[in-house]
Every structure is written in C-alpha cells, then in structure tokens.
C-alpha cells in the first residue's frame, strides 16, 4: 500500500508540473512599442473602459484605449497573448497609490498579433476587464430599484439621479450627480420643495435653501461666493450648467 501511496504522489506531482509548464508555455508576454499616457479627469464608476479606434500599419497594430486607473498606476507594464486575447498589464507592486482615480487614455503600438479577431483586455486594480470598441464616452444607460421605495437612474451622459418616495407613492427627494457636482432635492409630503442642497465635492462648499410646508423660505445657507463662479471651458464641456437646470426643472407626476 505505501509504494502504490508514493506512486500515486509521484504522478500527482507531474501532472501538475506538466500543467504549470503548458499553461506558462501558452501565455507569452512582449514589451510595448510605444505608448502614450494622458490622465483627462478624476474617475466615477460610469467611465466606460474601451477601445476608442485601432488601426494596422504594415507590422504594427496601433490602439487608442481609455480605462479608469489610479492616479499613480495609469502606465502599462507590457502585454501578454494567450490564445485569441491580448491582455495589458500593469504594475502592482513597485508605485505608492494615491487617493484618486483617473480616466486616462492611452495610445499603444505594440507588434501586429498573428489573430485574426483578437479579443483585448486590460488587468489594472479594478480586475480583468475587457475592452469593446465604442464611441460612449460613459457607459450605457440603466435603472435599479431599490428596496421598493427607490429609483437610481444612471443616464449614458454620466448623470446620476435616485428618487425615493413616500409610502403614498409621492416623490420624497430627487438626487442628481455628475462628476464634482452634486444637488439633492427633498420635498414635504404635500408635494412642495422642503429643501435643495447643491454641493462641490469636499461638501465644505455648498447651497442649502429649506422650505416650511407652506413654501415659505426659512433658511438659507451658503458657503460659496456665487458672484465668483466662473465655469471653466471643462465643466461647460461636461454639462455642469444642464445638471443644475435639471435639477431646478425637476417635474413632478
């Protein structure tokens, strides 16, 4: 019994390294062209991780990609081909990480694949994901209903709103998010606004206007200087004055 014991080991021992040398021997890793890295702003969870255009040239297979990425942790290492996919890698263990996250885009050049319909994939801190040729800048459009007094709504222009609602069925509050941008409209149960807060990201800066159930203003606080407001050429370009006109026109069924 122990000599068909040890066999049994011996083979077990073999087959696995036999595995790990065929699965080692099917993925092979190869350094990038070329590569050129620019960060365009602070993450959300709504970027959409894509290819934005590819193009071969002779022997050279040129990618543009977008993916979200630590701000510290946006370069890729190099890239490895298994089977049909092709897999950018990044580097986990030699960079501090920073506090934020940031949508960068990444022209590539890497060596043209001997795959007919290549499959591509990136493996950053947010997993293996992959990655589809698309022009949407945010990804698509999808609702979720929450504990069955909830809305969360999340538009494919990266605009978030929740609703939630009395147990009558009337509309509780409305809150509306776009990147930095935040306004939260929360109203009396006879249907009239009880209050708009609109908030900057650190929520030290903020608007807070309350209503008594009459309509009448009974507070109002701010902590910007709205005379000094000044929208860059950015935050028009990312909508910052349609979210607040929405939030403002918000209408009620």
Same mark, same amino acid.
């Given at each position: ?38 960060c365009h702003s602070t ?7 894509? #290819?934005? $255009?590819?193009? !071969?040239?002779?022997?050279?297979? =040129?990618?543009? +990609?977008? &993916?979200? %990425? /630590? ?24 960079k501090e990480i920073a ?45 979720i209903i929450k504990n ?22 009337? #509309?509780? $509050?409305?809150? !509306?998010?776009?990147?930095?941008? =935040?306004?939260? +409209?929360? &109203?009396? %149960? /006879? ?63």
């Amino acid at each position: 019994m122990k000599i068909k014991s040890n066999s049994t080991m011996r083979f077990f021992q073999l087959s696995l390294l036999f595995f790990s040398i065929s699965v080692f021997s099917q993925t092979k890793t190869y350094e990038l062209i070329d590569s050129k890295l620019e960060c365009h702003s602070t993450a959300t969870n709504r970027v959409n991780q894509r #290819i934005i $255009s590819s193009n !071969i040239d002779r022997d050279t297979l =040129s990618i543009k +990609i977008q &993916y979200t %990425e /630590n701000c510290n942790n946006g370069d890729i290492l190099n890239y490895s081909i298994k089977k049909d996919t092709i897999q950018f890698n990044f580097d986990f263990s030699s960079k501090e990480i920073a506090d934020c996250d940031c949508v960068f885009t990444n022209n590539i050049k890497i060596k043209k694949p001997k795959i007919k319909n290549p499959v591509f994939k990136i493996n950053n801190n947010r997993g293996i994901k992959e990655l589809k040729l698309s022009d949407n800048y945010y990804l698509p459009a999808e609702y979720i209903i929450k504990n069955n007094d909830t809305l969360m709504i999340y538009d494919d222009n990266g605009h978030y709103f929740k609703r939630t609602y009395y147990e009558s069925g009337k #509309i509780s $509050s409305i809150w !509306i998010k776009k990147n930095s941008y =935040s306004e939260r +409209i929360v &109203y009396h %149960e /006879n249907g009239k606004i009880k209050s708009i807060r609109q908030s900057l990201p650190d929520f030290d800066h903020f608007i807070l206007r309350e209503w008594d159930e009459n309509g009448k203003l009974i507070k109002f606080e701010s902590t910007i200087e709205i005379d000094n407001i000044r929208l860059t050429e950015e935050q028009q370009n990312k909508d910052a004055i349609l979210i607040i006109s929405r939030g403002k026109n918000v209408k009620q069924n």
